[in-house]
Every structure is written in structure tokens, then in C-alpha cells.
T-cell receptor
Framework: QQPVQSPQAVILREGEDAVINCSSS?????VHWYRQKHGEAPIFLMI?????EQKGHDKISASFNEKKQQSSLYLTASQLSYSGTYFC???????????FGKGTLLTVNP | KAGVTQTPRYLIKTRGQQVTLSCSPI?????VSWYQQTPGQGLQFLFE???????NKGNFPGRFSGRQFSNSRSEMNVSTLELGDSALYLC???????????FGPGTRLTVT
């Protein structure tokens, strides 16, 4: 089951904050977040494991609500370099299969 | 460390032909996953290999197959190509399939 991401697209001005949500109907073991710029490969941002702590580095952080099977990616004080499509990938157990959402297109303008 | 490499980067084939794509993972990574990316469907999981064993397969027809060699390099094969197979095919490697994945630049396949 493909996770659902929201919003589908968001436009920000530099310095503004954004939240991207990822929701699954299945029990999750882990949630991965990736960013892909146009014409490039997806880049790993962070992984959240069931029972693990909220992750973050620099001004990007994420949370994982195991009970609701939801994860949120928080981008604070956005920079131009944050522009791209953000994908969440979910893994439900010992199946080694990462299922990605359709992505959220984030555009940061000066 | 060198990143994930994929060859070829671009490929044009005609319907009915078959194609083989290659992926070399980051040194030390034993898991290789393959994905198909299209504008309409996004990133879709094809299969994952670990130590030469396929551990999971996505919902793709049997025309899509893969294998992994003892050096962790992986290939995927698509037989009897259809127009709908046109896509960017990405492979990703990780130490173990459940952890962070590092993507290669992809192979852009166009079927005419």
C-alpha cells in the first residue's frame, strides 16, 4: 500500500517553514525521507525507526507517530537549496521493500 | 567512496526487444534495490537482492527480472519491451536493505 503524502506541492519564500506529511494504512517499521532535484537521483535525508527518536540535522527534522502510522518532515528557515521533490518511503517489517509516496514538490523562492 | 553507478545512462529500444541494465553498488553494500520512476506513478519498487538472493519483489509482470552477483553487482532484465516500460530505472544500494539507501543516477529507457 502506497503511503499518502500531503501536500502535493508547496511554494515558500526563503526563510519560511514547511511541514510535509506521510501517512500509511499499514503498520510501519521504518519511514525514510528522500529529496530529489530535477534530473538527479534521490538523496537520503533521514530514517526513523519504530521505537526510535525524532531525527534531525541542521534545519530539517522529522517525527514518526507509530500509533497513527504517520511521519512528518519539518523544514525550518527554508533555503533555496531545499527546493526539490520530497519522498517518504515506508517499510512494514521484515520484507525489505520500501514503498514510496508520490512525492511533495517543494519550491523555495528568493 | 565511489557512489552507485549504473550503465548505460540512456537507452532507446523498440517494442518487443529486451534490455539489460547494470548497477554497481557502493563498496561494502550487499543490498541492491531496483525502482521504476515515471511521472504518473512515482517511484515503484521492482525487487531487492541481498547476497545474491531476491528477498522481495514488487507488483511487476514476470517480464521484469533481476539477479545479483557475488560481488554485489546487480542486473535487471526486461523482456518483450512495451511502450509503457519507458521510465527512469534507479538502483539503490545499502548495507542492509532496511537502512538508508543510496541511489545511482539511473538509466533512462525509452521504448519506441
Amino acid at each position: 500500500q502506497q503511503p499518502v503524502q500531503s501536500p502535493q506541492a508547496v511554494i515558500l519564500r526563503e526563510g519560511e517553514d514547511a511541514v510535509i506529511n506521510c501517512s500509511s494504512s499499514k503498520a510501519l517499521y521504518s519511514v525514510h525521507w528522500y529529496r530529489q532535484k530535477h534530473g538527479e537521483a534521490p538523496i537520503f535525508l533521514m530514517i526513523l525507526l519504530k521505537g526510535g527518536e525524532q531525527k534531525g540535522h541542521d534545519k530539517i527534522s522529522a517525527s514518526f507517530n507509530e500509533k497513527k502510522q504517520q511521519s512528518s518532515l519539518y523544514l525550518t528557515a527554508s533555503q533555496l537549496s531545499y527546493s526539490g521533490t520530497y519522498f517518504c518511503g515506508t517499510e512494514g517489517g521484515s520484507n525489505y521493500k520500501l514503498t514510496f509516496g508520490k512525492g511533495t514538490l517543494l519550491t523555495v523562492n528568493p | 567512496k565511489a557512489g552507485v553507478t549504473q550503465t548505460p545512462r540512456y537507452l532507446i529500444k523498440t517494442r518487443g526487444q529486451q534490455v539489460t541494465l547494470s548497477c554497481s553498488p557502493i563498496s561494502g553494500h550487499r543490498s541492491v534495490s531496483w525502482y521504476q520512476q515515471t511521472p504518473g506513478q512515482g517511484l515503484q519498487f521492482l525487487f531487492e537482492y541481498f547476497s545474491e538472493t531476491q528477498r522481495n519483489k514488487g507488483n511487476f509482470p514476470g517480464r521484469f527480472s533481476g539477479r545479483q552477483f557475488s560481488n554485489s553487482r546487480s542486473e535487471m532484465n526486461v523482456s518483450t519491451l512495451e511502450l509503457g516500460d519507458s521510465a527512469l530505472y534507479l538502483c539503490a544500494s545499502s548495507l542492509e536493505g532496511r537502512y538508508e539507501q543510496y541511489f545511482g543516477p539511473g538509466t533512462r529507457l525509452t521504448v519506441t
